[in-house]
């Protein structure tokens, strides 16, 4: 398995993608707004795992340059058909990964990986590439589904038999003090850490990062 088949899934689901409805938008509000204070007018900012560019859409109207970025072509397809019937003019899509922008020498002042993390297949190889994309005390602001804190039947059973017959992507289980601690590992101080859901006790925290 590789990133090319983790882009081949979500090039099949994306319409279908595209069409789910958010499952707690006041959660999701939450996040959009705490997100803006932290990011200013004159901000470079990049988001890894954009989808079909919702998030990019709603925030990159208050930024200097927003990247939004996907390993999915389809996805990115998508949303450039959504930034053409509601144009943003800091706004810019494109397919690519967080390890093949640190090649170029654009560096951000916020790193966004929103649903993101737990669906790359290196993690600290991933956080690594991100801590190189920020300029000098940039921030990097996650909100991340942590497994390991859910429901075992999630991750023992039904995420395994979904895997097996196309369903669901690549997925990496780990609790929300595992990824407190990788992200620490990668040069990174933790400015804050939230919970943002509105229903039930979903272990998703939002964590806000200061390059090292």
């Known amino acids: 398995m590789?990133?090319?088949?983790?882009?081949?899934?979500?090039?099949?689901?994306s319409r279908k993608y595209a069409k789910a409805a958010i499952g707690d938008q006041a959660g999701y509000e939450l996040t959009l707004d705490r997100t803006r204070t932290l990011l200013g007018p004159d901000r470079r900012?990049?988001?890894?795992?954009?989808?079909?560019?919702?998030?990019?859409?709603?925030?990159?109207?208050n930024v200097r340059d927003y990247?939004?970025?996907?390993v999915s072509a389809a996805m990115i397809a998508i949303a450039e058909q959504k930034r053409t019937a509601d144009p943003v003019p800091a706004l810019a899509f494109r397919a690519a990964t967080a390890e093949a922008l640190t090649q170029e020498a654009t560096r951000f002042d916020a790193v966004l990986g929103f649903n993101y993390l737990h669906l790359v297949r290196d993690v600290p190889g991933t956080l690594r590439s991100i801590h190189a994309l920020l300029a000098p005390g940039g921030l990097f602001i996650s909100k991340t589904p942590c497994l390991g804190n859910m429901n075992p039947l999630i991750r023992l059973v039904l995420l395994p038999a979904m895997r097996a017959i196309g369903k669901a992507p690549y997925v990496s289980v780990f609790g929300?003090?595992?990824?407190?601690?990788?992200?620490r590992a990668e040069s990174f101080d933790i400015v804050a850490?939230?919970?943002?859901?509105?229903?039930?006790?979903?272990?998703?925290?939002?964590i806000v990062a200061r390059k090292r």
């Not at 990133?3 to 081949?8: F, G, H, L, P, V």
């Not at 990247?67 to 996907?70: H, P, V």
């Not at 850490?193 to 939002?206: F, I, L, N, Q, V």
Request: glycine share 10%.
């Open 176 to 183: 929300a003090a595992d990824l407190d601690r990788g992200i």
């Open 45 to 61: 900012v990049l988001e890894l795992g954009c989808g079909t560019g919702t998030t990019a859409l709603r925030l990159a109207g």
């Open 67 to 70: 990247l939004a970025t996907d």
């Open 2 to 13: 590789s990133i090319a088949n983790d882009a081949r899934f979500w090039d099949r689901t």
């Open 193 to 206: 850490t939230e919970d943002h859901s509105t229903k039930g006790t979903e272990a998703r925290p939002y």
